[in-house]
């Protein structure tokens, strides 16, 4: 079983919103910082938004008033609502959990959940 499970992508009309879901198995998931990225064709996979595990957010410029993070650390779970998509959403969305100490750096990813803006 996948550590990070992500869902919830699909195909919107501009304007229109999607909330993803990632669910986390076999960790302890309170203490991971859990993160969104999204990454288009041809482009750099990028950070679209963190959150700590003290609920600490944080968010790229170009989703900031559109997209909101959230976790439910009793279901091991974080979301990304996002709100107003615009055609240059379109990427496979990724969900990564981390925790860093000095002396381990536990870092996984999710198998990805397309999102596709199109009218």
């Known amino acids: 079983q996948e550590t990070l499970v992500e869902s919830g992508g699909g195909l919107v009309q501009p304007g229109g919103s999607l909330r993803l879901s990632c669910v986390a198995h076999?960790?302890?998931?309170?203490?991971?910082?859990i993160s969104w990225h999204r990454q288009a064709p041809g482009k750099e996979r990028e950070l679209v938004a963190a959150i700590a595990g003290s609920g600490i957010t944080h968010y790229a410029d170009f989703v900031k008033g559109r997209f909101t993070i959230s976790r439910d650390n009793d279901k091991n779970a974080a979301y990304l609502q996002m709100e107003d998509l615009k055609p240059e959403d379109t990427a496979v969305y990724y969900c990564?959990?981390?925790?860093?100490?000095?002396?381990?750096?536990?870092?996984?990813w999710g198998q990805g959940t397309q999102v596709t803006v199109s009218s």
């Open positions: 076999d960790l302890t998931f309170n203490i991971y910082s």
């Open positions: 990564r959990a981390r925790w860093s100490t000095a002396f381990r750096d536990d870092d996984y």
